[in-house]
Protein backbone atom coordinates (compact mmCIF):
# COMPACT_ATOMS: atom_id res chain seq x y z
CA UNK A 1 0.00 0.00 0.00
CA UNK A 2 1.25 3.63 -1.31
CA UNK A 3 4.52 1.91 -1.19
CA UNK A 4 6.16 4.37 -3.67
CA UNK A 5 4.49 7.62 -2.72
CA UNK A 6 6.87 10.06 -1.68
CA UNK A 7 9.70 9.41 -3.79
CA UNK A 8 11.14 12.12 -5.22
CA UNK A 9 10.07 14.37 -2.52
CA UNK A 10 12.48 17.22 -1.20
CA UNK A 11 13.08 18.09 2.52
CA UNK A 12 15.46 20.99 3.46
CA UNK A 13 16.03 24.26 2.61
CA UNK A 14 17.00 26.21 -0.53
CA UNK A 15 19.76 29.52 -0.31
CA UNK A 16 19.51 32.04 -2.54
CA UNK A 17 22.66 34.41 -2.30
CA UNK A 18 22.19 37.55 -4.03
CA UNK A 19 24.67 39.66 -5.97
CA UNK A 20 23.61 42.28 -3.28
CA UNK A 21 24.51 39.90 -0.18
CA UNK A 22 21.11 39.63 0.68
CA UNK A 23 20.35 35.72 1.66
CA UNK A 24 17.33 34.27 1.20
CA UNK A 25 16.13 30.84 2.98
CA UNK A 26 13.07 28.92 0.81
CA UNK A 27 11.36 25.86 0.85
CA UNK A 28 11.10 23.08 -1.43
CA UNK A 29 7.56 24.86 -2.23
CA UNK A 30 8.56 28.68 -2.16
CA UNK A 31 11.26 27.13 -4.44
CA UNK A 32 8.29 25.84 -6.71
CA UNK A 33 5.67 29.14 -6.29
CA UNK A 34 3.49 26.85 -4.69
CA UNK A 35 1.87 26.31 -1.45
CA UNK A 36 1.08 23.01 -1.12
CA UNK A 37 1.69 20.23 -3.65
CA UNK A 38 -1.08 19.57 -6.30
CA UNK A 39 -3.85 16.79 -5.72
CA UNK A 40 -2.74 14.99 -8.41
CA UNK A 41 -0.57 11.88 -7.98
CA UNK A 42 3.33 12.25 -7.41
CA UNK A 43 4.17 10.68 -10.53
CA UNK A 44 2.04 12.60 -12.39
CA UNK A 45 4.56 15.35 -11.14
CA UNK A 46 7.14 16.81 -13.08
CA UNK A 47 9.19 18.59 -10.37
CA UNK A 48 10.27 15.27 -8.38
CA UNK A 49 14.04 14.29 -7.89
CA UNK A 50 14.63 11.08 -9.23
CA UNK A 51 18.44 12.25 -10.26
CA UNK A 52 20.55 15.07 -8.82
CA UNK A 53 20.42 17.19 -11.82
CA UNK A 54 16.69 17.62 -11.75
CA UNK A 55 17.23 20.20 -8.86
CA UNK A 56 18.02 22.30 -11.88
CA UNK A 57 15.09 22.06 -13.37
CA UNK A 58 12.98 22.05 -9.88
CA UNK A 59 14.50 25.51 -9.18
CA UNK A 60 14.34 26.44 -12.82
CA UNK A 61 12.13 29.34 -11.51
CA UNK A 62 14.27 30.47 -9.43
CA UNK A 63 17.28 30.44 -11.66
CA UNK A 64 15.86 31.50 -14.64
CA UNK A 65 14.10 34.69 -13.60
CA UNK A 66 16.02 36.08 -10.31
CA UNK A 67 17.30 39.34 -11.20
CA UNK A 68 20.90 39.59 -11.67
CA UNK A 69 23.19 36.10 -11.71
CA UNK A 70 22.29 34.64 -8.39
CA UNK A 71 24.11 31.82 -6.47
CA UNK A 72 21.44 28.86 -5.15
CA UNK A 73 22.15 25.83 -3.20
CA UNK A 74 20.09 22.89 -1.51
CA UNK A 75 20.65 21.44 1.95
CA UNK A 76 18.44 18.62 2.68
CA UNK A 77 17.33 15.19 1.80
CA UNK A 78 15.23 13.52 -0.95
CA UNK A 79 13.03 11.29 -0.34
CA UNK A 80 13.62 7.44 -1.87
CA UNK A 81 12.71 3.99 -1.42
CA UNK A 82 15.45 3.91 0.90
CA UNK A 83 14.60 6.50 3.46
CA UNK A 84 16.18 9.59 2.83
CA UNK A 85 18.92 10.24 0.99
CA UNK A 86 21.11 13.52 1.82
CA UNK A 87 21.08 16.11 -0.80
CA UNK A 88 23.50 18.63 -0.98
CA UNK A 89 24.22 20.60 -3.67
CA UNK A 90 26.62 24.26 -3.80
CA UNK A 91 25.33 25.38 -7.14
CA UNK A 92 21.62 24.38 -8.40
CA UNK A 93 21.33 26.51 -11.00
CA UNK A 94 25.28 25.52 -12.36
CA UNK A 95 23.94 22.14 -12.79
CA UNK A 96 22.92 21.14 -16.14
CA UNK A 97 19.25 21.28 -17.14
CA UNK A 98 17.71 18.02 -18.35
CA UNK A 99 15.32 17.90 -21.33
CA UNK A 100 12.79 16.00 -18.92
CA UNK A 101 13.01 15.81 -15.45
CA UNK A 102 10.83 12.80 -14.73
CA UNK A 103 10.09 11.04 -17.76
CA UNK A 104 7.00 8.64 -17.26
CA UNK A 105 6.68 8.91 -14.07
CA UNK A 106 10.12 7.37 -13.46
CA UNK A 107 9.92 7.86 -9.40
CA UNK A 108 7.71 4.82 -9.51
CA UNK A 109 3.66 3.63 -9.29
CA UNK A 110 2.18 4.19 -5.81
CA UNK A 111 -1.45 2.91 -4.98
CA UNK B 1 -10.40 -50.69 -1.15
CA UNK B 2 -10.25 -48.03 -4.59
CA UNK B 3 -14.14 -47.36 -4.06
CA UNK B 4 -13.11 -46.36 0.02
CA UNK B 5 -10.48 -44.31 -1.36
CA UNK B 6 -12.34 -43.05 -3.82
CA UNK B 7 -14.84 -41.98 -1.40
CA UNK B 8 -12.22 -40.49 1.43
CA UNK B 9 -11.28 -38.34 -1.45
CA UNK B 10 -14.36 -37.41 -2.27
CA UNK B 11 -15.45 -36.55 1.27
CA UNK B 12 -11.77 -34.67 1.11
CA UNK B 13 -12.42 -32.12 -1.76
CA UNK B 14 -16.06 -32.22 -1.85
CA UNK B 15 -17.37 -28.57 -1.78
CA UNK B 16 -20.36 -27.58 0.04
CA UNK B 17 -22.88 -25.21 -1.16
CA UNK B 18 -23.10 -22.01 0.53
CA UNK B 19 -25.06 -19.14 0.51
CA UNK B 20 -24.55 -16.63 -2.29
CA UNK B 21 -25.59 -12.97 -1.05
CA UNK B 22 -22.28 -11.96 0.04
CA UNK B 23 -20.88 -12.38 -3.53
CA UNK B 24 -24.00 -10.84 -4.43
CA UNK B 25 -23.55 -8.07 -2.53
CA UNK B 26 -19.78 -7.83 -3.32
CA UNK B 27 -20.76 -8.12 -6.87
CA UNK B 28 -22.92 -4.53 -6.37
CA UNK B 29 -20.03 -3.15 -4.51
CA UNK B 30 -17.55 -3.86 -6.93
CA UNK B 31 -19.51 -2.31 -10.19
CA UNK B 32 -20.24 0.72 -8.27
CA UNK B 33 -17.15 1.19 -7.63
CA UNK B 34 -15.49 0.53 -11.18
CA UNK B 35 -18.26 2.69 -12.66
CA UNK B 36 -16.87 5.76 -9.80
CA UNK B 37 -13.29 4.98 -10.75
CA UNK B 38 -13.41 5.12 -14.74
CA UNK B 39 -16.59 5.91 -15.68
CA UNK B 40 -16.01 9.76 -16.19
CA UNK B 41 -12.66 8.83 -18.14
CA UNK B 42 -14.44 6.10 -20.84
CA UNK B 43 -17.56 9.16 -21.17
CA UNK B 44 -18.21 9.35 -25.07
CA UNK B 45 -17.37 12.82 -24.84
CA UNK B 46 -13.80 12.22 -24.25
CA UNK B 47 -13.86 9.64 -26.62
CA UNK B 48 -11.35 10.51 -30.12
CA UNK B 49 -12.28 7.52 -32.58
CA UNK B 50 -15.07 5.13 -33.66
CA UNK B 51 -13.70 1.94 -31.96
CA UNK B 52 -12.97 3.91 -28.54
CA UNK B 53 -16.57 4.26 -28.94
CA UNK B 54 -17.56 1.20 -29.15
CA UNK B 55 -15.02 0.07 -26.11
CA UNK B 56 -16.67 2.72 -24.19
CA UNK B 57 -19.97 1.54 -25.01
CA UNK B 58 -19.58 -1.96 -23.96
CA UNK B 59 -17.78 -0.77 -20.52
CA UNK B 60 -20.91 0.50 -20.04
CA UNK B 61 -23.39 -1.44 -21.11
CA UNK B 62 -21.40 -4.63 -18.95
CA UNK B 63 -20.58 -2.90 -16.18
CA UNK B 64 -24.20 -2.08 -15.65
CA UNK B 65 -25.03 -5.54 -16.26
CA UNK B 66 -22.88 -6.62 -13.62
CA UNK B 67 -24.55 -4.18 -11.33
CA UNK B 68 -28.20 -5.05 -11.97
CA UNK B 69 -27.05 -9.35 -12.05
CA UNK B 70 -28.18 -9.79 -15.72
CA UNK B 71 -26.47 -12.27 -17.50
CA UNK B 72 -24.19 -12.15 -14.27
CA UNK B 73 -21.43 -14.41 -15.32
CA UNK B 74 -20.93 -13.09 -18.75
CA UNK B 75 -20.92 -9.78 -17.58
CA UNK B 76 -18.72 -9.85 -14.59
CA UNK B 77 -16.55 -12.01 -16.93
CA UNK B 78 -16.68 -8.83 -19.69
CA UNK B 79 -16.08 -6.45 -16.77
CA UNK B 80 -12.78 -8.89 -15.94
CA UNK B 81 -11.51 -8.49 -19.13
CA UNK B 82 -12.49 -4.47 -19.95
CA UNK B 83 -10.09 -4.01 -16.80
CA UNK B 84 -7.49 -6.47 -17.97
CA UNK B 85 -7.11 -3.91 -21.17
CA UNK B 86 -7.17 -0.95 -18.97
CA UNK B 87 -4.10 -2.56 -16.66
CA UNK B 88 -2.06 -3.72 -19.43
CA UNK B 89 -2.35 -1.23 -22.10
CA UNK B 90 -3.53 1.87 -20.13
CA UNK B 91 -6.12 2.58 -23.22
CA UNK B 92 -9.41 1.66 -23.55
CA UNK B 93 -11.18 3.43 -26.09
CA UNK B 94 -9.82 7.15 -24.04
CA UNK B 95 -6.29 6.83 -22.05
CA UNK B 96 -7.24 6.27 -18.36
CA UNK B 97 -4.97 8.41 -16.09
CA UNK B 98 -3.26 5.70 -13.08
CA UNK B 99 -4.08 2.72 -15.11
CA UNK B 100 -1.36 0.83 -13.62
CA UNK B 101 -1.82 1.59 -10.01
CA UNK B 102 -2.10 -0.80 -7.40
CA UNK B 103 -5.75 -0.11 -6.99
CA UNK B 104 -6.80 -0.78 -10.66
CA UNK B 105 -4.86 -4.13 -10.20
CA UNK B 106 -6.97 -4.92 -7.10
CA UNK B 107 -10.10 -4.05 -8.88
CA UNK B 108 -8.99 -6.11 -11.36
CA UNK B 109 -8.42 -9.13 -9.71
CA UNK B 110 -11.04 -9.42 -7.74
CA UNK B 111 -13.59 -9.01 -10.71
CA UNK B 112 -11.99 -11.99 -12.16
CA UNK B 113 -12.05 -13.88 -8.88
CA UNK B 114 -15.55 -12.57 -8.47
CA UNK B 115 -16.55 -14.22 -12.45
CA UNK B 116 -15.53 -17.50 -10.96
CA UNK B 117 -17.90 -17.81 -8.11
CA UNK B 118 -22.00 -17.88 -8.52
CA UNK B 119 -22.36 -14.10 -7.76
CA UNK B 120 -26.02 -14.33 -9.87
CA UNK B 121 -27.75 -16.25 -7.89
CA UNK B 122 -28.40 -13.25 -5.29
CA UNK B 123 -29.49 -9.85 -5.65
CA UNK B 124 -29.73 -9.89 -8.94
CA UNK B 125 -31.87 -9.79 -12.18
CA UNK B 126 -30.84 -13.46 -12.63
CA UNK B 127 -32.21 -14.15 -9.68
CA UNK B 128 -36.13 -12.69 -10.11
CA UNK B 129 -36.06 -14.49 -13.57
CA UNK B 130 -35.28 -17.92 -11.51
CA UNK B 131 -37.88 -16.78 -9.05
CA UNK B 132 -40.11 -16.50 -11.59
CA UNK B 133 -39.33 -19.22 -13.51
CA UNK B 134 -40.20 -21.31 -10.46
CA UNK B 135 -43.47 -19.73 -9.81
CA UNK B 136 -44.40 -20.20 -13.01
CA UNK B 137 -43.59 -24.08 -13.29
CA UNK B 138 -45.18 -24.18 -9.50
CA UNK B 139 -41.55 -24.79 -8.04
CA UNK B 140 -40.17 -23.80 -4.73
CA UNK B 141 -38.06 -20.61 -4.69
CA UNK B 142 -34.09 -22.00 -6.28
CA UNK B 143 -32.14 -21.12 -3.34
CA UNK B 144 -29.39 -19.17 -2.96
CA UNK B 145 -26.52 -21.28 -2.61
CA UNK B 146 -23.48 -22.28 -4.51
CA UNK B 147 -19.96 -23.69 -4.80
CA UNK B 148 -17.74 -20.50 -3.59
CA UNK B 149 -14.24 -21.60 -4.04
CA UNK B 150 -13.71 -18.58 -6.30
CA UNK B 151 -14.93 -16.80 -2.77
CA UNK B 152 -12.26 -18.56 -1.12
CA UNK B 153 -9.87 -17.50 -3.60
CA UNK B 154 -10.55 -13.44 -2.92
CA UNK B 155 -10.16 -14.25 0.40
CA UNK B 156 -6.73 -16.00 -0.34
CA UNK B 157 -6.06 -12.90 -2.07
CA UNK B 158 -6.36 -10.50 0.68
CA UNK B 159 -4.07 -12.81 2.72
CA UNK B 160 -1.84 -12.53 0.28
CA UNK B 161 -1.77 -8.59 -0.68
CA UNK B 162 -1.69 -8.24 3.54
CA UNK B 163 1.22 -10.25 3.78
CA UNK B 164 3.70 -8.77 0.98
CA UNK B 165 2.37 -5.48 1.57
CA UNK B 166 3.87 -6.07 4.76
CA UNK B 167 7.16 -7.19 3.64
CA UNK B 168 7.42 -4.86 1.12
CA UNK B 169 7.56 -2.07 4.42
CA UNK B 170 9.71 -4.34 6.45
CA UNK B 171 12.65 -1.96 6.62
CA UNK B 172 14.04 0.45 8.35
CA UNK B 173 13.10 3.21 5.94
CA UNK B 174 9.68 2.29 6.72
CA UNK B 175 9.89 0.81 9.64
CA UNK B 176 11.91 3.90 11.13
CA UNK B 177 8.91 6.74 9.64
CA UNK B 178 11.11 8.12 6.91
CA UNK B 179 8.96 6.50 3.75
CA UNK B 180 5.60 8.02 5.91
CA UNK B 181 7.16 11.42 6.80
CA UNK B 182 7.69 11.67 2.65
CA UNK B 183 4.30 10.35 2.01
CA UNK B 184 2.77 13.22 4.01
CA UNK B 185 5.27 15.43 3.04
CA UNK B 186 4.18 15.59 -0.38
CA UNK B 187 0.32 14.87 0.68
CA UNK B 188 0.12 17.67 3.90
CA UNK B 189 2.69 20.20 2.91
CA UNK B 190 0.97 23.52 3.02
CA UNK B 191 -2.49 21.74 4.52
CA UNK B 192 -3.48 21.82 8.27
CA UNK B 193 -2.18 17.90 9.17
CA UNK B 194 1.73 19.20 8.12
CA UNK B 195 2.00 19.67 11.76
CA UNK B 196 2.26 15.78 11.89
CA UNK B 197 5.83 16.55 10.06
CA UNK B 198 7.14 18.07 13.43
CA UNK B 199 6.63 14.65 15.36
CA UNK B 200 8.88 11.89 13.58
CA UNK B 201 8.73 9.59 17.03
CA UNK B 202 4.59 9.13 16.25
CA UNK B 203 5.24 8.64 12.18
CA UNK B 204 7.42 5.73 13.53
CA UNK B 205 5.14 4.60 15.85
CA UNK B 206 2.04 4.46 13.28
CA UNK B 207 4.56 3.04 10.78
CA UNK B 208 5.82 0.07 12.94
CA UNK B 209 1.64 -0.70 13.94
CA UNK B 210 0.71 -0.17 10.28
CA UNK B 211 3.02 -2.98 9.62
CA UNK B 212 1.96 -5.13 12.32
CA UNK B 213 -1.46 -4.76 11.73
CA UNK B 214 -0.80 -6.01 8.49
CA UNK B 215 1.23 -9.12 9.39
CA UNK B 216 -1.33 -9.65 11.67
CA UNK B 217 -3.79 -9.18 9.07
CA UNK B 218 -1.84 -11.52 6.51
CA UNK B 219 -2.56 -14.46 9.74
CA UNK B 220 -6.19 -12.65 10.89
CA UNK B 221 -8.26 -13.63 8.55
CA UNK B 222 -8.04 -16.79 7.67
CA UNK B 223 -9.15 -17.81 10.82
CA UNK B 224 -12.78 -17.34 11.89
CA UNK B 225 -12.91 -17.15 15.34
CA UNK B 226 -10.79 -13.90 15.53
CA UNK B 227 -12.91 -12.00 12.55
CA UNK B 228 -14.26 -10.39 15.81
CA UNK B 229 -11.28 -8.36 16.10
CA UNK B 230 -9.66 -8.99 12.91
CA UNK B 231 -12.42 -7.37 10.58
CA UNK B 232 -13.10 -4.22 13.13
CA UNK B 233 -9.43 -3.45 12.65
CA UNK B 234 -9.00 -4.13 9.20
CA UNK B 235 -11.96 -1.91 8.12
CA UNK B 236 -10.60 0.98 10.51
CA UNK B 237 -7.13 0.96 8.86
CA UNK B 238 -8.81 1.04 5.75
CA UNK B 239 -10.95 4.25 6.78
CA UNK B 240 -7.99 5.88 8.32
CA UNK B 241 -6.13 5.53 4.77
CA UNK B 242 -9.02 6.35 3.09
CA UNK B 243 -9.59 9.28 4.77
CA UNK B 244 -5.68 10.43 5.55
CA UNK B 245 -3.87 9.39 2.15
CA UNK B 246 -4.82 9.59 -2.00
CA UNK B 247 -5.36 6.26 -2.31
CA UNK B 248 -7.96 6.20 -4.72
CA UNK B 249 -10.48 3.24 -4.63
CA UNK B 250 -7.88 1.07 -3.07
CA UNK B 251 -9.40 1.33 0.91
CA UNK B 252 -13.10 1.24 -0.57
CA UNK B 253 -12.34 -2.14 -2.70
CA UNK B 254 -10.50 -3.75 0.14
CA UNK B 255 -13.11 -3.07 2.16
CA UNK B 256 -15.96 -4.53 0.15
CA UNK B 257 -13.67 -7.63 -0.29
CA UNK B 258 -14.16 -7.71 3.71
CA UNK B 259 -17.82 -9.47 2.37
CA UNK B 260 -15.69 -12.62 1.62
CA UNK B 261 -14.56 -13.38 5.02
CA UNK B 262 -17.47 -14.12 7.32
CA UNK B 263 -19.48 -17.72 7.33
CA UNK B 264 -21.81 -17.40 4.02
CA UNK B 265 -24.30 -18.43 5.66
CA UNK B 266 -24.36 -16.54 9.15
CA UNK B 267 -24.22 -13.45 7.03
CA UNK B 268 -27.19 -14.99 5.44
CA UNK B 269 -29.14 -15.30 8.48
CA UNK B 270 -27.83 -11.84 9.63
CA UNK B 271 -29.46 -10.07 6.49
CA UNK B 272 -32.71 -12.69 7.02
CA UNK B 273 -32.59 -11.09 10.77
CA UNK B 274 -32.31 -7.65 9.45
CA UNK B 275 -34.83 -7.38 7.17
CA UNK B 276 -37.09 -9.27 9.81
CA UNK B 277 -37.80 -12.23 7.68
CA UNK B 278 -35.75 -14.70 10.62
CA UNK B 279 -38.96 -16.80 10.86
CA UNK B 280 -39.18 -17.70 7.53
CA UNK B 281 -35.62 -17.63 6.61
CA UNK B 282 -33.93 -20.83 4.81
CA UNK B 283 -33.33 -23.16 7.06
CA UNK B 284 -29.29 -24.61 7.09
Redesign the interface.
Known sequence: ???G???G?L?GTFTLRRTDGAVVHMTP?DVLG????P?T??D?FDHLIVEDHDLRNFASRVCDHSTGPAHLSFHGAV??????QPLDVEDVCALPLTASPNPGGAAG??? | MRAQIARFIERRTAEPEQSTRPIGLLRIALALIILARFAAELTFFNTLEASGLILCLLFFTVTIMMLAGYMTRIATACVAGSLFEIYFTGSYGNSV??W????VYLLMSATTLLACTPCDRSYSVDRYRALRNAERKGESPPPERGRLWGQRLIVLQLGALYFW?AV??S???FL?G??L???????Y???PLEILLDFPFILAAISIVVVAV?YGLALGIFVRRWHRFVIPIGLTLHAS?YVL????T?SITMMALYLTLPDPDSLHRFLDRLQGHATVAYRL
Open positions: MFSGGVVKLLKRYSPPEGTRQGWDRT | TQNHHHTDKDWASQREQILTWTSGREFLPVEY
